[in-house]
Each structure stands twice: as C-alpha cells, then as structure tokens.
C-alpha cells in the first residue's frame, strides 16, 4: 500500500518536474507515451507503431538509438541517456534528454522504460554559445589585425599571432607583460588618460594613429583601437586593443609622393627647355638669319664665299628646326575644358578651306563621304590640325603627273570611328612601321620637302585623346592614311 | 623719324637699327634691353623725342611685352602711339592676347625680314605724311 502511495507520489513528482515517462513494448513494438511525454513530443497521440517512432527519431542524432532498439541490440546492460533531437508531429526539430532502461525477465527483454525531458531551449542556447565562441577564437587567430585581451591593470592577458609578431614575442612570452612597456613615452600621459576615461565609462571606443616600439626597439606606425569588455553589471572585465600596421601604407605613399615629386621635377625641366628652346634658342637662330640677311644685302661680294652657301642654309635649317620644334612643343598643351563633341565633317571642311588656295592652284579632286552627323570627343583645334597635316601630306607627295586625288570615307568600329584618307600620289616602297613614319623627323621622300613634323604632330594629337594612325602604302599607287578617333 | 625698341638682345637691337639704316639714315633710335628702364623713360623725356612707332619684344625676362604695355597703359591712359610686337616663337596665345590691346598694330616674327622692315616703314611713313 505504502508502495504503491509511493508510486503514486513519484508520478505526482515527475509531473511537476515536466518529467515524461514511456514505455516501450519490445514484444509488440508498440511505444507508450504518459501525458507529460505526449506533451514534450508535442503530439496528441499516446501510443506509437514502431513507424511513428522512426518518424520522430530520424535525426542524426537519434537515428542510432531507434535503430539499436529495431535491430533488437539491446543487452541487459544496454542504457540510453543522451540528448537528442526528434521530429514533432508539426515537423518541427526539438532537442529532449532521453534515458532508457530495458525491462528483462530471464534473457528476454520485454520492453523499454523511458524518462524524457524538454531540454530544447538550453540545448540550443549552449549550441550557440559554443558556435560563437568558436567563432570568436578562429577570427581571432586568424584576424589580419593584430588583437589581444589586457587586463584592467593593463597587463596581457592573451594575444593572437599577428599582435604577438607584431611586438616580436610568442603569445606565451607576451601574457602578463604590461602594456606600457610598448607605448612610447610620449603616450604614456594621454593613454593613461584614455583608460581611465574607458573606466569611468566616459568613451567606449578609442581609436588613433599611434607608434608602438617592438622588442627591438623599433618604432612602428600603427591604428590602434581599444575597447572594453563589462561584465553583466557594468564592471569592467577587460580591454581589447587592435592594431593595424601603416607600415606598408606609408611606404606606398612614400613611393607615390617620391614619384610624383620626380614627374613634377621632370616635367619643369621639360616645360623650361621647351621655354629654352622656343625663346632663347630661338632669339640666337633669329638674329643668325638677320646677320646673313644683311650680309648679302651689305656685302654683296661677300656672297660669293665658299662657305657662304653653306652658312645660309645651314641657318635656314636651323630655323626650319625652330618652328618645327615649337610647333611639337604648342601641339600638347591643352586642357580637359578643350575637349568636347567635334563633328567630324564639319572639322574635316574647316581643315580643307585652309588649304582651298593650294588645292584651286594644283586642281586637286576631293571626294569626301563622311556622313554629316558623325561626332567625336576631342580638341577641336587638334581635329583641324590632324586633318590638315595629312592633305598637306597629300598635297607634298603628290604624283606630278596626274592630278591628286583625295577620297576620303568613314567606318565605325566597336571603339573607333575611322576616317580614311586615300591619295593617289607617290606612294611608298616598302610599309614604313607606322611609329617611324611618325617620329618626330622621319622622312621618306628625301627629293620633297621632306619635313617629318606634321605627321609627329598628328601621331601626338592623336594618342593624346586614345586614338591612333595607320599608313598603307604602294609605291606609284598612292597612300592611305587611317585615322582612328576613339569612340 | 624716331622709333622706340625694347628688346632684351642687344644683337637683336644692333640688326635691326641696321636693317632700319638701309631704309632710312634719318631714323632716330631709342632702344633699351630692359622694360623697366623704357618705363621710367616714358614717364620723363619721351615727348622730347617722341616715337612714331615702338617695337616690343614679347619675350623678355623681368617683364615681357605685354606686362610693359600693362604698365604704359597705367602711367600713359590716352598712349596712341601705334605697337608692334617682335615674337619669337609661333604660340597662337600671343595672337589671342593682341586682340586685348588695341595699340598694338602688327606682329613682326623673327627671323625679321629685311623686307619686312621695309614694308613697315612704308607703311609708317605714309601715315605720318597723312
């Protein structure tokens, strides 16, 4: 009787303690469940085929416990206290504490008596926490930044590789070591300063760019970041300090700041021999011309010397190179204001009425297909330029036998619109490559006026807004000259 | 006939007052190698020896052309005198610049020309003779 009360008080117990029990019959297969087990299982249900059971313990981590049961497995010895997850009836996973203990008479066993609890909330609590402190261990292993824990007394608590390398110690040697013994001395007021204000709970972050010496005395540049961890009630636990090193970043901006203070230089000396050249050189060409001028308008007889000839056109050369220098040195200086939309037709015709006298004068045939609304974004003076050193091209290396003729016609390509200009005029030999056809003084017609500015300068005006040139010639047939204006 | 230059070369000057010469023996030259000092001549005594034209150098060092010109303009607001600038090199900015000055009347490039001194001479004289 005495037992029996007993039970019954145990059940009572069991109940407030969400304590579910079950039974399962071994013989029959058949799983009973009391109410507090129908209720951790989430299900209506108090009894359970075997196929049920499979059902709701079909997560990995059940599977082998249902599975033992179904291969008949189970020893006298055999227990069962694990915590798993199951399946409810909704189809949602929940993580119970099972244990099980198999019922014997003799060698056979009748059944199995299960106790469960819902252990579902702190499971997965702990599940997370683990998984957020393993998270926060591997980043801080492998942060790029170097990381560490300091106490509130500011000594070393913990660090990761890079801080430790970064200071020169192993993480063993750097535990316990105070802080300070890296600050240079003129830091030590003003982080004193930032602790304490951390401390106080004033500020909850700092960050500045800072110098910290290393274990070979060296100093650093660094970012350096402190923060603090407060336990639940707001005492301080400790500080995180982060550093980053600016060494590489400083050093890139060195280099930047080296390479730019060079280019400046250099490009002063090129603008003041520019200068150089297309004043004070020019003023002593000048005055050359003057001095042969009145030569032979003075001294008359004089002219016949046999040097003089030679003094002449040597002068003249000189001040052919002159104009041509200044002409290469005019040709780059522009804006990004200059750059705008230039129609090309409408360019290419203010290009050919400069030359319209000479082209009356030879009878020069100009067939131009450009279509009229094809733009560009260029210089609209380098546009003109372009177009007219090449028809002075044209003009130059004319065949003296026929009449020139110029047909000129307009592809578009993916980047480029091309404009070609076709001659019939001396032509070439041999296909020059086109940087030397258009370095500065290339010439090929030396029984012409062979001066090789012009085209230096188009090459130039091009490749200063992306474009290029291409020259096809046959000699005798004529030549074509491809400009590619960038798109 | 008196003409002014200012012009920073001296051979540049000793030239043209021989080219000038071929034309004319009569021509007076008042010529100075620094802007500055043709400034301080303008300010006293140029009335007794008044230009009928004046050649500017464009490029001079201290104060180029149009700077002098800037500073005639100042201490000489009704200047008429006519200009010429002497340039050396081709920047089409100093053609730009000529616009903004209404005093200047020509270009005269280097190399200069013996014709070219002749044909501005022809062209002062007939002036002053109208």
């Known amino acids: 009787m005495e037992a029996i009360q007993n039970c019954t008080k145990l059940q009572h117990t069991l109940e407030i303690a969400e304590i579910g029990q079950a039974y399962f019959n071994n013989e029959t297969k058949v799983m009973y469940f009391d109410t507090v087990s129908c209720k951790i299982h989430e299900t209506l249900k108090n009894r359970f085929s075997f196929i049920d059971l499979m059902r709701m313990y079909s997560t990995s981590s059940a599977k082998k416990y249902i599975e033992t049961v179904r291969q008949g497995a189970l020893t006298k010895q055999s227990r069962f206290d694990s915590i798993l997850e199951i399946v409810t009836d909704s189809g949602a996973k929940k993580w119970i504490h099972l244990v099980g203990v198999p019922e014997y008479t003799k060698d056979i066993c009748l059944g199995i008596q299960f106790l469960y609890k819902d252990v579902d909330q702190e499971t997965r609590e702990k599940m997370n926490l683990n998984l957020q402190s393993y998270t926060l261990d591997s980043s801080f292993k492998n942060a790029t930044e170097g990381i560490a824990m300091v106490t509130i007394g500011g000594r070393f608590i913990k660090a990761n590789?890079?801080?430790?390398?970064?200071?020169?110690?192993?993480?063993?040697?750097?535990?316990?070591?105070?802080?300070?013994?890296?600050?240079?001395?003129?830091?030590?007021?003003?982080?004193?300063?930032?602790?304490?204000?951390?401390?106080?709970?004033?500020?909850s972050q700092y960050q500045g760019e800072k110098q910290y010496i290393n274990r070979l005395g060296q100093r650093i540049r660094v970012k350096l970041t402190i923060s603090i961890i407060r336990d639940e009630d707001m005492i301080p636990?400790?500080?995180?300090?982060?550093?980053?090193?600016?060494?590489?970043?400083?050093?890139?901006?060195?280099?930047?700041?080296?390479l730019l203070y060079l280019v400046t230089d250099q490009n002063q000396r090129l603008l003041d021999f520019a200068y150089i050249i297309s004043h004070n050189l020019r003023s002593h060409s000048s005055n050359l011309s003057m001095i042969i001028?009145?030569?032979?308008?003075?001294?008359?007889?004089?002219?016949?010397?046999?040097?003089?000839?030679?003094?002449?056109?040597?002068?003249?050369?000189?001040?052919?190179?002159?104009?041509?220098?200044?002409?290469?040195?005019?040709?780059?200086?522009?804006?990004?204001?200059?750059?705008?939309?230039?129609?090309?037709?409408?360019?290419?015709?203010?290009?050919?009425?400069?030359?319209?006298?000479?082209?009356?004068?030879?009878?020069?045939?100009?067939?131009?297909?450009?279509?009229?609304?094809?733009?560009?974004?260029?210089?609209?003076?380098?546009?003109?330029?372009?177009?007219?050193?090449?028809?002075?091209?044209?003009?130059k290396f004319r065949n003296p036998d026929c009449s020139l003729k110029l047909e000129i016609s307009h592809t578009e390509l993916d980047d480029y619109e091309v404009i070609a200009i076709k001659d019939n005029g001396l032509g070439m030999k041999q296909q020059a490559p086109s940087n030397k056809l258009f370095g500065m003084y290339k010439t090929f017609?030396?029984?012409?006026?062979?001066?090789?500015?012009?085209?230096?300068?188009?090459?130039?005006?091009?490749?200063a807004l992306k474009g290029k040139c291409v020259f096809e010639s046959e000699e005798g047939v004529g030549s074509t000259f491809k400009i590619y204006f960038k798109k | 006939m008196n003409i002014c230059i200012v012009e920073d070369s001296t051979l540049t000057v000793l030239l043209l007052k021989?080219?000038?010469?071929?034309?004319?023996?009569?021509?007076?030259?008042?010529?100075?190698?620094?802007?500055?000092?043709?400034?301080?001549?303008?300010?006293?005594?140029?009335?007794?020896?008044?230009?009928?034209?004046?050649?500017?150098?464009i490029n001079m060092p201290l104060m180029n052309g149009w700077e002098f010109i800037d500073n005639l303009h100042r201490t000489h607001p009704n200047f008429k005198i006519p200009i010429y600038m002497l340039s050396a090199s081709c920047d089409p900015a100093d053609r730009e610049k000529a616009a903004a000055y209404p005093l200047v009347k020509g270009f005269i490039a280097k190399p200069i020309r013996i014709e070219t001194i002749n044909a501005l001479l022809l062209a002062e004289t007939t002036i002053s003779r109208n």
């Open chain 1, 293 to 395: 001028d009145l030569v032979k308008r003075e001294f008359p007889k004089d002219v016949s010397n046999y040097y003089f000839p030679m003094l002449n056109a040597t002068s003249k050369g000189l001040s052919q190179t002159m104009d041509d220098l200044n002409k290469a040195i005019n040709s780059y200086s522009h804006n990004q204001e200059d750059v705008t939309e230039v129609n090309i037709l409408e360019h290419f015709n203010i290009a050919l009425n400069n030359k319209s006298e000479e082209i009356a004068t030879i009878k020069a045939q100009i067939v131009n297909t450009i279509p009229d609304q094809v733009s560009i974004i260029h210089i609209p003076e380098y546009v003109i330029n372009i177009f007219g050193n090449i028809i002075d091209n044209a003009i």
């Open chain 2, 18 to 57: 021989k080219t000038l010469a071929i034309f004319n023996k009569d021509i007076k030259l008042v010529s100075f190698t620094d802007a500055m000092n043709a400034l301080k001549w303008f300010e006293k005594d140029y009335l007794k020896q008044k230009p009928e034209f004046l050649l500017i150098d």
């Open chain 1, 237 to 258: 636990l400790m500080f995180v300090i982060q550093l980053t090193d600016l060494t590489d970043i400083y050093q890139t901006e060195d280099k930047i700041k080296n």
């Open chain 1, 161 to 203: 590789p890079v801080l430790s390398a970064m200071l020169g110690y192993t993480e063993e040697e750097l535990v316990n070591k105070p802080l300070i013994d890296f600050v240079p001395t003129e830091d030590l007021e003003e982080l004193e300063t930032v602790l304490a204000k951390f401390l106080m709970g004033t500020i």
């Open chain 1, 445 to 463: 017609h030396k029984n012409l006026s062979d001066r090789g500015i012009g085209l230096f300068i188009v090459k130039n005006q091009l490749e």
